[in-house]
């Protein structure tokens, strides 16, 4: 699986739109992009992955650079719960497939 | 909510103690993936089954085992417990069919500790 780079912790003011970015400068063609956040101590949760096209469901949007090497998860009206440590993961989609965390970014959501 | 079970929440043990840790999948998802979660090597995989079978090994210690029986549910049995055991445990299940996105949804963990 590529290797992801992540910022290690970032801060959004309540109400403003969140915009996490990583990089994954060796995903190969056939990897997906997934996101996870964990919210203190809570399993992870699932918020969106992406392939080429940007995408967005009722939690986030992902924004995949045309060359594959960079992502941005936005979160656009960011609210207190959403503080949580973000982790980009990139690995191939098809079957069953582990998931190999990084540091992940610390998300942390102001009032 | 996940639709992923996890027993028991919180366990308290004496290290040489043997403990066995459960997990429900969600309804209809094949595969089940068990993760530990320790404060100095953060999130790694332990082992995943699919139907029953075990498919992919990562980090896991001999002292560790699990399977999955055939009503998919799963356990992870750690023995021989050492202080460095002490970590939440997760266990997340995906349908695993190919062509599908296959995320993996993830339980409450179970939180070991080892004194």
């Known amino acids: 699986d590529a290797k992801t780079t992540q910022p290690t912790s970032m801060d959004c003011a309540e109400g403003r739109a969140a915009n996490l970015p990583c990089n994954h400068s060796?995903?190969?063609?056939?990897?997906?992009v997934y996101w996870y956040r964990q919210i203190h101590s809570q399993g992870p949760q699932y918020i969106i992955h992406?392939?080429?096209n940007n995408e967005t469901n009722e939690m986030a949007s992902l924004i995949i650079t045309e060359d594959r090497k960079s992502s941005t998860l936005i979160l656009p009206h960011a609210t207190l719960r959403d503080t949580a440590v973000y982790y980009c993961?990139?690995?191939?989609?098809?079957?069953?497939?582990?998931?190999?965390f990084g540091q992940g970014t610390r998300l942390t959501i102001n009032p | 909510d996940s639709g992923v079970t996890q027993t028991p929440k919180h366990l308290i043990t004496a290290t040489g103690q043997r403990v066995t840790l459960r997990c429900s999948p969600r309804?209809?998802?094949?595969?089940v993936y068990w993760y530990q979660q320790s404060l100095d090597q953060g999130l790694q995989f332990l082992i995943q089954?699919?139907?029953?079978?075990?498919?992919a090994k990562g980090n896991i210690l001999e002292r560790f085992s699990a399977q999955q029986f055939p009503d998919l549910h799963s356990e992870l049995n750690l023995s021989s417990l050492e202080l460095g055991d002490s970590a939440l445990y997760f266990c997340?299940?995906?349908?695993?069919?190919?062509?599908?996105?296959?995320?993996?949804?993830f339980g409450p963990g179970t939180r070991l500790t080892v004194l």
């Open positions: 309804s209809g998802d094949l595969s």
């Open positions: 089954y699919y139907n029953g079978e075990e498919r």
């Open positions: 993961i990139v690995r191939v989609g098809g079957g069953a497939q582990k998931l190999v």
């Open positions: 992406g392939l080429k």
């Open positions: 997340a299940s995906s349908v695993a069919v190919s062509g599908r996105s296959n995320e993996q949804f």
């Open positions: 060796t995903i190969s063609g056939n990897e997906y």
